[in-house]
């Protein structure tokens, strides 16, 4: 049974934030082979890690006699969580931080049976294993020194946070704007289309049976005036050219400026996206795959070019 003060469980938080961005962050850095920074903050800290092992603490009170019904109900539990938590990014800042859709067992790509798997075992290691010597040691130590280092480090992540939820917002509304420019480039680009094949095509189709018909008939004694008005025929057809000229000059102008607009906001997007691309492979903006992965080249690119 645990017994400890608000600031001992919060100290006890902040280690296993620690701990596990310590953990993730050497698990991608070795799979990738190059040091990765991983989290939705900059700071080495994951807040999921902490409130997943404190939760995971709580709801295994009761069964901490049976290690089976500890690693189930650890594994239920720190799932749940990473489903909440990445159900809630994806609504609230338009942006996957992990997707999980490679795996063949896996939800909605928030979460994957390997993953599950994982969290039992990581969970009866926690329980059995790290806390009681990391509990041991930290109420060993001077209760003022605690409180001192738990301030500080209070004040240090919800900085972090309050900054690193700025950009994700300030990368939210970018995405919403790039989505909307999308769709109206699209919607352009289908519009001149269908207007080029119907609507032009069409005119070409009677402008031609009027005059093969006027020549096919209009003979003899009415060769004058079906001369003239093959003439005048002739000139519609000119005109329809022209003024396909002009819409496919107006509708590329139209393009044009919607690409301008889509790249402005690419050079606005690299800064907020930058740690959130680079220290996690697997992220993406959702509605914007091309995005994703030409900002991800830009970004390394950019990184290659300052080293």
Same mark, same amino acid.
């Given at each position: 049974?645990?017994?400890?003060?608000?600031?001992?469980?919060?100290?006890?938080?902040?280690?296993?934030?620690?701990?596990?961005?310590?953990?993730?962050?050497?698990?991608?850095?070795?799979?990738?082979?190059?040091?990765?920074?991983?989290?939705?903050?900059?700071?080495?800290?994951?807040?999921?890690?902490?409130?997943?092992?404190?939760?995971?603490?709580?709801?295994?009170?009761?069964?901490?006699?049976?290690?089976?019904?500890?690693?189930?109900?650890?594994?239920?539990?720190?799932?749940?969580?990473?489903?909440?938590?990445?159900?809630?990014?994806?609504?609230?800042?338009?942006?996957?931080?992990?997707?999980?859709?490679?795996?063949?067992?896996?939800?909605?790509?928030?979460?994957?049976?390997?993953?599950?798997?994982?969290?039992?075992?990581?969970?009866?290691?926690?329980?059995?294993?790290?806390?009681?010597?990391?509990?041991?040691?930290?109420?060993?130590?001077?209760?003022?020194?605690?409180?001192?280092?738990?301030?500080?480090?209070?004040?240090?992540?919800?900085?972090? +946070? *309050?900054?690193?939820?700025?950009?994700? /917002?300030?990368?939210?509304?970018? =995405? #919403?704007?790039? &989505?909307? !420019?999308?769709?109206?480039?699209?919607?352009?680009?289908?519009?001149?289309?269908?207007?080029?094949?119907?609507?032009?095509?069409?005119?070409?189709?009677?402008?031609?049976?009027?005059?093969?018909?006027?020549?096919?008939?209009?003979?003899?004694?009415?060769?004058?005036?079906?001369?003239?008005?093959?003439?005048?025929?002739?000139?519609?057809?000119?005109?329809?050219?022209?003024?396909?000229?002009?819409?496919?000059? +107006? *509708?590329?102008?139209?393009?044009?400026? /919607?690409?301008?607009?889509?790249? =402005? #906001?690419?050079? &606005?997007? !690299?800064?907020?996206?930058?740690?959130?691309?680079?220290?996690?492979?697997?992220?993406?903006?959702?509605?914007?795959?091309?995005?994703?992965?030409?900002?991800?080249?830009?970004?390394?690119?950019?990184?290659?070019?300052?080293?």
């Amino acid at each position: 049974m645990y017994y400890y003060h608000f600031h001992q469980w919060l100290s006890f938080f902040y280690f296993y934030c620690i701990f596990g961005w310590c953990f993730e962050s050497t698990y991608v850095s070795l799979a990738k082979r190059k040091l990765i920074n991983r989290g939705f903050m900059k700071g080495p800290w994951l807040p999921l890690y902490g409130t997943g092992a404190i939760a995971v603490l709580f709801v295994t009170l009761p069964f901490q006699s049976d290690w089976r019904l500890v690693y189930l109900v650890g594994a239920l539990t720190a799932t749940i969580l990473e489903y909440i938590v990445g159900v809630l990014m994806v609504a609230l800042f338009k942006v996957r931080y992990w997707d999980y859709s490679y795996r063949k067992i896996q939800f909605q790509g928030h979460i994957c049976l390997v993953s599950s798997i994982a969290w039992g075992f990581l969970s009866l290691l926690m329980v059995y294993v790290v806390h009681e010597p990391v509990a041991t040691f930290i109420l060993s130590l001077n209760n003022d020194l605690v409180y001192v280092v738990t301030f500080i480090l209070t004040v240090i992540i919800v900085f972090d +946070f *309050t900054n690193s939820f700025r950009r994700a /917002m300030d990368l939210r509304n970018l =995405i #919403i704007q790039a &989505k909307k !420019l999308k769709t109206q480039l699209s919607d352009c680009m289908e519009l001149q289309r269908e207007l080029v094949k119907s609507n032009v095509e069409e005119k070409w189709v009677i402008l031609n049976a009027r005059m093969d018909y006027m020549q096919e008939h209009w003979t003899g004694q009415f060769a004058n005036k079906a001369n003239e008005l093959s003439a005048i025929l002739n000139d519609q057809k000119l005109q329809t050219d022209e003024q396909l000229a002009r819409f496919e000059e +107006f *509708t590329e102008k139209q393009i044009n400026d /919607m690409k301008d607009k889509v790249e =402005i #906001i690419r050079q &606005k997007m !690299l800064p907020p996206a930058g740690h959130m691309l680079m220290n996690n492979p697997g992220a993406k903006m959702i509605g914007l795959k091309k995005e994703t992965k030409i900002l991800k080249k830009r970004l390394k690119k950019k990184k290659q070019m300052n080293s």
